[in-house]
């Protein structure tokens, strides 16, 4: 049986060792906290991500994957030539800082939003009219779910916002005025063959994902040109593993890249119960090398985040859990967290027999998360 080595032990370890338990393979999971969620479904070497015998562990399985892109470089030098590591690090290097992200997916010839890179003051000047007057200043480095990002107006704002994000490093995207968003994931193998998860529709919430819908509602010959760039971009980055993209669709259909995570992503959850392999199935067997089909969903089916929201007095406020039961085709996934404001704690699938229906129950569902 083949045993797949992960760095980082949160719900994406979780659900990966999940999937991995009935392919016969086994996880490992290096992960300094106790209480990470993955702990209960696979074996937790509770240590630092350099530590030696816990590299040394993860250095004995057949392949290593990791569930964020901020694992330090001394672990990925510590495995390096001795176990394959999927993705490799010349695409962390890339996919961890949005300034190189941003010009290699230029290089690659995918689209993006109009950028500027910031790296001081002076680079300030003027760098608001070249994206087009409307912009949002984000770090480089470390963020996700909308955090380090600030929306920006005038020259005044940009200053600010410099400040308040700690005079780092920064790349300055103009404001892009999407019909919707849309991600897709990609698996490639050594050999350069490639296979795709769906076309997903995402909406967001004060940055943070809210639902996810399959099929996404976009016009004829989205899907397909989706599918060309995340190929080019997989094949110049020499992708090994599965990586996803988020784009913003235009009116009329034009894709943009926003960003690219190397690994499998929130808004790929819903694969989970859409009747195909899902994407951490996906990620299993690209990660060790197998071959892998697409995984498109065989249903319509969507996915709603479930995030800690306080009420007025701050105490948590509960999803309905009794209506979720009772509401067809919904199935709940949990990540074993503690409960804090704006943290994600899991995710309501929910699968249908048609769009229409699906739309109609995803309402409802909505309606039952807070
Ligand atoms: P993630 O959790 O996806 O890693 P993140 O913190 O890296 O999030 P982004 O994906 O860059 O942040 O942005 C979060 C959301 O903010 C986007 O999904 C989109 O809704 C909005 N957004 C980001 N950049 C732009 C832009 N240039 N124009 C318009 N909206 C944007
Ligand atoms: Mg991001
Ligand atoms: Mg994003």
Redesign the pocket.
């Known amino acids: 049986s083949a045993h797949l080595g992960v760095l980082g032990g949160g719900q994406l370890a979780q659900m990966l060792a999940l999937a991995a338990l009935p392919l016969g393979v086994r996880v490992t999971v290096l992960e300094p906290d106790a209480q990470a969620p993955a702990r209960l479904c696979a074996d937790h070497i509770l240590a630092p991500y350099t530590d030696s015998a816990g590299l040394d562990a993860l250095a004995a399985c057949d392949a290593v994957t990791l569930e964020f892109e901020n694992v330090p470089v001394a672990a990925l030098d510590a495995l390096h030539g001795r176990v394959p590591v999927r993705p490799g690090a010349g695409l962390l290097e890339r996919s961890k800082h949005?300034a190189r992200e941003k010009q290699a997916l230029s290089a690659a010839g995918a689209r993006t939003?109009p950028f500027v890179v910031i790296e001081d003051t002076a680079a300030l000047q003027g760098a608001l009219r070249a994206v087009g007057g409307h912009?949002?200043l984000?770090t480089s480095e470390l963020?996700?779910?909308?955090?380090?990002?600030r929306r920006v107006s005038s020259d005044h704002d940009l200053g600010t916002a410099w400040d308040e994000l700690g005079g780092v490093p920064c790349v300055l995207?103009?404001?892009?005025?999407?019909e919707r968003?849309v991600s897709l994931g990609v698996a490639r193998t050594p050999d350069g063959r490639v296979a795709f998860g769906p076309l997903v529709e995402?909406v967001?919430r004060d940055?943070?994902?809210r639902t996810s819908v399959f099929p996404a509602d976009v016009p004829g010959g989205v899907e397909d040109a989706a599918r060309e760039q995340a190929r080019a971009v997989a094949d110049a980055w020499g992708l090994e593993g599965l990586m996803t993209l988020?784009f913003?669709q235009l009116q009329g259909g034009t894709l943009l890249v926003?960003?690219v995570?190397p690994r499998v992503?929130?808004s790929g959850h819903l694969t989970q119960d859409g009747g195909g392999i899902s994407q951490f199935g996906a990620q299993v067997r690209a990660v060790l090398g197998w071959p892998v089909t697409d995984w498109r969903p065989l249903h319509p089916c969507a996915m709603v985040n479930v995030v800690g929201v306080a009420g007025p007095d701050g105490t948590p406020l509960e999803p309905d859990w009794a209506g979720i039961d009772a509401l067809e085709g919904t199935r709940v996934h949990l990540y074993h967290k503690d409960w804090r404001a704006g943290r994600k704690l899991g995710h309501v699938n929910l699968v249908a027999p048609d769009a229409a229906i699906l739309r109609a129950r995803l309402a409802s569902l909505e309606a039952l998360i807070p």
Do not use: M, P, T
């Open positions: 949005r939003a912009g949002i984000k963020g996700y779910d909308g955090k380090g990002q995207e103009g404001l892009v005025s999407f968003e995402n967001h940055g943070i994902l988020e913003f926003n960003e995570a992503h929130n």
